[in-house]
Nanobody, 115 residues
Framework: VQLQASGGGLVQAGGSLTVSCAAS????????MGWYRQAPGKQRERVAI???????NYADSVKGRFTISRDNAENTVSLQMNSLKPEDTAVYYC??????????WGKGTQVTVSS
């Protein structure tokens, strides 16, 4: 499975960014899609995840600011990030798993929020 991420970049605090990810090459149906992030010196943490039926789950730190969405026909997932804070600065990783619950990771895209 190949995961191609796009988006990310540098934004001032209070601004918005969207990161997107397209999955291809899976011989099985994609189950969950989501985003994780890892800041320097910290463990990777789950940001948001969405099931094939559209059920979402967010980290407490991003609730009300981030919105995850997906296009099942295109196997894409996007994360709209609003009201960004410097503590949102991290490398954001796309994640998907299939119906066998095997997980796959994208290479990561940098999001930097300046104060």
């Amino acid at each position: 499975v190949q995961l191609q991420a796009s988006g990310g970049g540098l934004v001032q605090a209070g601004g918005s960014l969207t990161v997107s990810c397209a999955a291809s090459g899976s011989p099985f149906s994609i189950n969950r899609m989501g985003w994780y992030r890892q800041a320097p010196g910290k463990q990777r943490e789950r940001v948001a995840i969405i099931t094939g039926g559209g059920v979402t789950n967010y980290a407490d730190s991003v609730k009300g600011r981030f919105t995850i969405s997906r296009d099942n026909a295109e196997n894409t997932v996007s994360l709209q990030m609003n009201s960004l804070k410097p503590e949102d600065t991290a490398v954001y990783y796309c994640y998907v798993d299939n119906q066998l619950l095997r997980g796959y990771w994208g290479k990561g895209t940098q999001v930097t929020v300046s104060s």
